[in-house]
Structure formats: structure tokens, C-alpha cells
């Protein structure tokens, strides 16, 4: 099993940056990638971006390209989120995700972001 607890959120103006943080613990040498999702009110859950834990390739989408990074710091067994240029439509709770192949096995349990205008 692993455990996944995400950090960072809160609220924060149109144009601002957060950064997010989803510490893992337990059979973290499992982990094959690691990703975040986000889920506005109504919506589905949706990719935000994903990571592999060991080469570090990325992927994002199209609606964070440019602004959003991912990383992770494999000593510390942890994601990272860096959200830049913040929009109200970003308003969602964030899930950190993991798994042990091409699919996500292991969830946190999410942290609001919400962004005013």
C-alpha cells in the first residue's frame, strides 16, 4: 500500500501561484508515476499532469501547459505542483494520485485550491 497526503492549498487572486505538495510513504518503490487531478464543483475529476518516478517524464494538460510544473524529489518521496498564473477557472480540489503501472491505484485526499477573481 501507499499513502499519499497532499498540501499547499488555499485561496489566492487571479494571476497568483500556489504550490502544491503530495508527501508518499509506504511501498513507495511500487511507484511507477505519480499525477495530479482536479475536480470543480459539478465536474468530473479531471488530468492535470503526470510524472514517472524515475525518469522524471512529464505530461500536462493543455489547459496548464505553460503554467503549471511538476516535479518530485525522490528522496523526500515527493510531488510537487507549481501553479502559476492562476485563473478562476483552476478552482477545484486536487487529488494526488500514484501507480504501479499505467493506471492510478493509490489517491490522497485532495486539497481545495480556489482562485477569485
Known amino acids: 500500500q501507499v499513502q499519499l497526503v497532499e498540501s499547499g492549498g488555499g485561496l489566492v487572486q487571479a494571476g497568483g501561484s500556489l504550490r502544491l505538495s503530495c508527501a508518499a510513504s509506504?511501498?513507495?518503490?511500487?511507484?511507477?508515476?505519480m499525477g495530479w487531478f482536479r475536480q470543480a464543483p459539478g465536474k468530473e475529476r479531471e488530468f492535470v499532469t503526470s510524472?514517472?518516478?524515475?525518469?522524471?517524464?512529464?505530461d500536462y494538460a493543455d489547459s496548464v501547459k505553460g503554467r503549471f510544473t511538476i516535479s518530485r524529489d525522490n528522496a523526500k518521496n515527493t510531488m510537487y505542483l507549481q501553479m502559476n498564473s492562476l485563473r478562476p477557472e483552476d478552482t477545484a480540489v486536487y487529488y494526488c494520485?500514484?501507480?504501479?503501472?499505467?493506471?492510478?491505484?493509490?489517491w490522497g485526499q485532495g486539497t481545495q485550491v480556489t482562485v477569485s477573481s
Open positions: 494520485g500514484a501507480g504501479r503501472s499505467y493506471t492510478y491505484d493509490y
Open positions: 510524472i514517472t518516478w524515475s525518469g522524471g517524464s512529464t
Open positions: 509506504g511501498r513507495t518503490l511500487s511507484i511507477f508515476r
